[in-house]
């Protein structure tokens, strides 16, 4: 390796303070940026290199990282910033696979007879030929975390810049068009002809816009990508940081329909956004042409107060649908839930009941439809057209009088249709807009559960107490907010290292509410809660959950669409190591799911589904029980995992979990 890169290498231990150094050079706010692991191709890597940063790239064989700070510079360990060498940095990340067939090519080229001056550049395609399709893996893309201010996020993809870019795009747009407009009333209406030439240098008008109307198009594109996709990482984020609570009573119906309106948000905002920037643009320059033309100003005071009509009807619009999704999503929630109890209301009800509300809850569905098309159509065809007839009536004045002349006739005119088509495009995008943010009072708790502040601590990097106990609970209290009564009235409970407690209680006595604090998830009402001496503010939430790893009962576990070594690992932090996959299938294969890992393809790197629906029920639980373990922490909290298992089954997973849990403590039903 190069003896100048080598100096700039930071050791894998020091992974953190790496990011840390690159996001303070970069100018990031407090909350830091979060490394994304991503690969590239051989073939690729050249190419994308240059524009790498800030990033952490992985250098096979020296366990350590070059840090890039930007497209050009790479930061020391010492905070020194150093011009990149791209062929240095590539060769580092590809010398190991190149030299396992470097002997082999310079064999062949011998015996090609290659003169000595071209061997690189035939090595080098053959490298190319043979790697190309190969990943390059150890790269981590440095970004702002998804829970960052969302601006901040916006002008890291750039998004601003190109909206400037849009807007700037537009305006030159519509300058040529005005100017060929211009062009037709001078030489046309005025009667003047003026030979060929002016023919041409319009044409040469209408020509020059499509590659500006090819730069919108892509600009538009580019801009709907990034703002989209930061907009459902916020959200899934965020939905992954919702509190417990706020969710709980809450059925399968309402969910279902938040995700659906979480759609709509990115759909109709941005598609109503890029309508409405391009409508204001035209109604800007539709002012300007009307009060060039005849009429003058009275058409501009005509448009100015039209503008205020079509802003009251797209305010009872968004009134309308707002009453209209309420009752919609209601009914969305109705039917999910009735499909999920069918057999049970089957069971229970009498035939002359099994639709009881329906029929009222489609009547007010009808009344609100009704009202909603009304403002619809009021927006959207009342509002373009009837601009035309209040534009023809203020054009009457100078029609009658012969006060304007036939190049002012044709500048309002054209002003005349300019407005027009502005005000389809805005009411068209008033339309979307409106749908939007009725979409966004629904999926607004996600993004702003984004922001939810973690518990960051006060203890100092090293813990030292006097505490003989890993876990020490005195007197816990807990009231769920909607209950007078408390679920947990004095609870006590001490964990030493080594322990391994069985906790029995009947159904709704509050075992899981326990778990639930125990794993930092809930904050008790009073008493007192210690890990290592420290209460959860002073430890932080990050070093909580090294310390407490809780596997939560079977239908608050979840089982994301990845491989199953990502759903095995996830609880872990840094990134996946050989030696943490082969502990991963160590603990499988203790747990008993060696056959399930013979039957996947793919083994550990198999894809699960989602919500694991490729496995079965003990198999669940059981990559739940080994998600725990791997977390190494002090004390393990199983949550009734066991319940589903057969009795062969059920002696591997116990063998298993009281020979890898440090600590232990298991929930059951009695």
Request: with cysteine; aromatic share 8%.
């Amino acid at each position: 390796m190069n003896p100048d890169l080598t100096a700039l290498l930071w050791p894998a231990a020091r992974f953190d303070d790496a990011r840390a150094a690159l996001a303070r050079e970069s100018g990031a706010p407090h909350t830091g940026l979060e490394a994304l692991a991503t690969e590239m191709s051989y073939a690729d890597l050249g190419r994308r290199l240059p524009g790498l940063g800030p990033a952490l790239l992985e250098v096979p064989g020296e366990d350590a990282f070059l840090a890039i700070l930007s497209k050009s510079t790479l930061l020391s360990p010492e905070g020194k910033k150093v011009a990149m060498d791209f062929a240095g940095i590539r060769s580092a990340l590809c010398s190991e696979m190149e030299a396992s067939v470097f002997e082999q090519i310079q064999e062949i080229l011998e015996r090609a007879e290659v003169p000595a001056s071209r061997q690189a550049r035939a090595r080098e395609a053959i490298l190319r030929g043979r790697f190309s399709a190969t990943p390059i893996r150890g790269i981590f893309l440095l970004r702002l975390p998804p829970g960052a201010n969302f601006w901040l996020q916006l002008r890291q993809a750039r998004v601003p810049q190109r909206l400037a870019t849009l807007a700037g795009a537009h305006a030159i747009q519509y300058v040529l068009w005005i100017l060929a407009w211009w062009m037709v009333g001078e030489n046309v209406f005025s009667g003047r002809g003026g030979g060929q030439n002016w023919l041409v240098l319009w044409a040469l008008l209408l020509l020059s816009l499509a590659p500006i109307r090819v730069l919108i198009t892509w600009l538009q594109g580019q801009i709907a990508i990034a703002a989209g996709a930061k907009l459902k990482q916020r959200l899934f984020y965020g939905a992954l940081r919702l509190e417990p609570d706020s969710i709980r009573h809450q059925g399968a119906g309402q969910l279902l329909g938040r995700v659906i309106e979480s759609e709509a948000v990115e759909a109709l905002a941005l598609s109503g956004g890029f309508l409405g920037l391009v409508a204001i643009i035209e109604l800007a320059f539709a002012i300007f042409v009307l009060g060039a033309g005849a009429g003058g100003l009275l058409h501009s005071a005509l448009l100015l107060a039209w503008l205020a009509i079509t802003g009251m009807l797209a305010w009872r619009y968004f009134l309308r649908n707002r009453a209209w999704t309420d009752v919609r999503l209601a009914m969305t929630h109705d039917l999910v839930e009735s499909m999920v109890g069918h057999r049970t209301r089957l069971a229970q009800l009498p035939p002359d009941r099994w639709h009881e509300g329906e029929d009222q809850a489609l009547e007010r569905y009808r009344k609100v439809s009704r009202a909603m098309d009304r403002s619809t159509t009021a927006l959207m065809a009342i509002v373009p057209r009837g601009w035309l007839v209040i534009a023809l009536l203020g054009l009457m004045p100078a029609l009658i009088g012969g006060a304007g002349s036939t190049a002012k006739m044709a500048i309002a005119v054209g002003g005349m249709l300019l407005a027009y088509r502005a005000l389809k495009r805005l009411t068209t995008g008033a339309w979307q807009v409106a749908g939007a943010a009725v979409a966004w009072e629904r999926v607004s708790i996600l993004y702003h559960s984004a922001t939810r502040p973690e518990l960051l601590g006060s203890a100092g990097p090293l813990l030292s107490t006097d505490s003989t106990a890993v876990l020490d609970a005195r007197q816990l209290v807990y009231r769920y907010h909607d209950r007078q009564e408390p679920v947990l009235r004095g609870c006590s409970l001490r964990i030493h290292t080594g322990d391994r407690l069985v906790l029995e209680g009947s159904s709704g006595g509050g075992k899981s509410t326990l778990v639930s604090i125990l794993a930092g998830l809930r904050e008790p009402n009073s008493g007192e809660l210690l890990v290592d001496g420290f209460d959860l503010h002073s430890l932080g939430s990050e070093r909580w959950r090294q310390r407490i790893a809780a596997a939560p009962q079977f239908h608050e576990n979840y089982v994301l669409a990845e491989t199953f070594a990502f759903n095995l690992l996830m609880g872990r932090r840094g990134t996946f190591r050989q030696r943490d996959m082969e502990e991963a299938e160590a603990i499988c294969q203790e747990l008993g799911l060696a056959d399930l890992l013979a039957r996947m393809p793919a083994g550990m790197l198999q894809m699960v589904g989602e919500t694991g629906w490729q496995l079965s029920h003990g198999e669940r639980s059981r990559l739940y029980i080994a998600r725990a373990l791997l977390q190494n922490a002090e004390v393990v909290v199983l949550d009734e995992s066991f319940a589903a298992l057969d009795p062969e089954n059920l002696q591997r997973a116990v063998e298993c979990v009281l020979k890898r849990a440090k600590s232990l403590l298991v929930i059951a039903h009695r």
